[in-house]
């Protein structure tokens, strides 16, 4: 499994962790930034680099981190084919993948612990999609996005 991962300045230091929580699973990262902390940095950018990558495919899926993951999570859903979710809690984390199939997660390190983030983390990755009923829905968010794309 491959996983684009970028952050802000309020999220590097999270980021860097759980690069490396999941380096210890396996797992491969793509990291698309920062590679330090003490400077801002916009998080437009670099949400639009981890989301192009999971959309394309390049990725299996991105996780975004900023202060409250609220300027990530805006910003990688305008990227086309990009569902991108807020999580940060559990139980918002388990059914945003099992019936959204969040395909970018994203958290804010000044809400959640790295200990809640790694949870958050393994619960998105590891919760099937349900499919079934929650499949037509993923379709009506796809055909808005076409239609909201021919509008000018
Ligand atoms: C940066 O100070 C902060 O605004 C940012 O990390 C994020 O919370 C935006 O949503």
Not at 18 to 24: A, E
Not at 52 to 63: C, F, M, R
């Amino acid at each position: 499994m491959k996983i684009s991962l970028g952050s802000d300045h309020a999220g590097y230091e999270m980021k860097e962790k759980l690069k490396q929580f999941l380096l210890d699973r396996s797992i491969t990262v793509m990291d698309c930034g920062p590679g330090r902390g003490d400077q801002p940095v916009e998080y437009v950018p670099i949400a639009q680099n981890v989301a192009q990558k999971a959309a394309s495919g390049e990725t299996d899926g991105g996780i975004l981190i900023c202060g409250t993951g609220i300027g990530m999570s805006i910003a990688a859903n305008k990227v086309p084919g990009i569902r991108a979710g807020l999580c940060n809690e559990l139980f918002t984390a388990r059914y945003a993948k099992s019936d959204v199939n969040i395909n970018v997660l994203c958290m804010g390190s000044r809400i959640v612990s790295q200990r809640m983030a790694e949870e958050i983390t393994t619960l998105w990755l590891e919760t099937p999609f349900t499919g079934g009923r929650f499949i037509p829905r993923l379709q009506q968010l796809k055909d808005l996005e076409d239609e909201m794309r021919q509008t000018p």
